[in-house]
């Protein structure tokens, strides 16, 4: 139980890192404090404005830094992540966007070799291969927003990872290492041998960060992967959200 609390704890980190990082690279600031990372500011879709970092119950303790997110009217659609399921928002005007389970896997101590004469794993290093990864992700031809910029591929703890088949890219992931762990974001395989591609991004991800083990969170059907893979489940989080 320690020692999923101690992966919890490097989880939860882990994520609110990325969550700055993404921020930061729109000029977006955010700020780190004992029990919560906070922006106050519209952030990148998908993107919260809070990263709960302890389990907290009453966010009114923080009076100071949180009233205004809390009960201040905004112009834009305010999300929390409450990383360890332990809030009620509802008073506050949230409602549930989602559930999922932080997850957790020791550091592969083999690397798969998922590369076959029809499909080859890169890491993304061009603004070009970026925009094609975001598009691949997201199913959409050039997104007019783009949430992913160049400045990441400069980062040498991030990697944006593809499977390419017939030079198209047919599945990805995020990797972003922090102390002691390397997180796993924005997966995306064809449904066909889903486990085989999540297979492939471990093995990439053992290539890159060798002996770290991976962390992040999933739900529903990708949960269901995840544990086929070896993962194990660390424990919930729930994502609120108001609109604007």
């Known amino acids: 139980m320690e020692a999923n609390n101690h992966f919890l704890a490097l989880a939860v980190h882990n994520n609110a890192i990325w969550c700055d990082t993404i921020c930061r690279s729109h000029h977006v600031m955010g700020e780190f404090h004992e029990s919560f990372w906070v922006s106050q500011n519209q952030t990148p879709i998908y993107y919260p404005n809070l990263v ?3 389990p907290i119950v009453d966010l009114t303790a923080y009076q100071n830094e949180l ?3 809390l ?3 905004r ?3 305010v999300s929390i992540k409450d990383s360890f399921a332990s809030l009620n928002l509802t008073p506050f005007g949230f409602s549930e966007l989602f559930q999922a389970q932080w997850i957790f896997r020791e550091a592969p101590t083999d690397v798969y ?3 076959t004469a029809d499909l080859q794993w890169k890491q993304i290093t061009s603004e070009r291969e970026l925009l094609r990864w975001e598009e691949a992700w997201s199913q959409a031809a050039s997104p007019l927003n783009r949430l992913f910029l160049p400045a990441l591929l ?3 703890d991030i990697c944006f990872i593809a499977a390419y088949k017939a030079n198209q890219i047919v599945a990805g992931a995020i990797a972003n290492k922090t102390t002691e762990v390397v997180g796993l974001s924005n997966v995306f395989a064809p449904e066909q041998e889903a486990e085989r591609y ?3 991004l471990l093995g990439q991800i053992a290539i890159r960060y060798p002996s770290f083990p991976v962390v992040g969170y999933e739900d529903n059907e990708s949960l269901a992967i995840a ?3 070896g993962f194990t489940i660390l424990g919930p989080l729930r994502v609120w959200i108001k609109e604007g």
Request: aromatic share 8%; proline share 0%; hydrophobic share 35%.
């Open 75 to 77: 112009g834009f659609t």
């Open 52 to 54: 709960t970092l302890s």
């Open 71 to 73: 009960t201040m009217k």
């Open 227 to 229: 544990t086929h893979v």
């Open 113 to 115: 070799r998922q590369e």
């Open 154 to 156: 400069h980062d040498a």
């Open 198 to 200: 999540w297979e492939g």
């Open 67 to 69: 009233a205004d997110l």
